[in-house]
C-alpha cells in the first residue's frame, strides 16, 4: 500500500513538472494564434515558414514539427503560434508559399468588441491630455 502511495505521488510530481515545461516552452499569449501546416518532407524549411509568417507582418513565436502518423506519404505537421490574433492573412501568405494549411485557432474574435473598447478609452484619454 505504501509502494503505490509513493507512485501516485511521483505521477503528481512529475505531471506537475511536465505542465511547468510546458509551461515555460509555450507561455500564454493573448496576441497570439496557432496555424497547423502539412507538407511534403523535401519541401520543409523553417526559414520559408518563417518568412511567410513575417510577410503577414507576424513573428513566428514556436515552431513544432510532427511527423502526420495518418497519412502513408510521410509528410511533415508543423504548427506554429505568431504573433497575430488573427491567423487568416499567415494562412495566406504560408498558402503562397505552397503549404498546405490543415488548422487554424486565433483569438481575433474573442473578446473582440471589450478589447476595441478599451482601446478607443485609452486613445480618447491619451488624446485628452
Do not use: W
Amino acid at each position: 500500500m505504501l509502494r503505490k502511495d509513493s507512485t501516485s505521488v511521483q505521477n503528481l510530481a512529475f505531471a506537475a513538472g511536465a505542465e511547468a515545461t510546458l509551461e515555460r516552452l509555450f507561455p500564454k499569449m493573448e496576441e497570439s494564434s496557432t496555424l497547423v501546416l502539412t507538407c511534403r518532407r523535401g519541401d520543409y524549411s523553417a526559414s520559408r515558414i518563417a518568412r511567410a509568417v513575417e510577410d503577414a507582418d507576424a513573428h513566428l513565436l514556436n515552431l513544432n514539427v510532427t511527423a502526420d502518423s495518418e497519412r502513408s506519404d510521410s509528410r511533415i505537421v508543423a504548427e506554429l503560434r505568431i504573433s497575430h490574433r488573427d491567423p487568416e492573412a499567415a494562412a495566406r501568405s504560408l498558402e503562397r508559399y505552397g503549404f498546405e494549411i490543415i488548422g487554424l485557432e486565433g483569438s481575433a474574435y474573442a473578446d473582440d468588441d471589450s478589447l476595441m473598447r478599451s482601446r478607443y478609452d485609452e486613445l480618447m484619454r491619451y488624446l485628452q491630455i
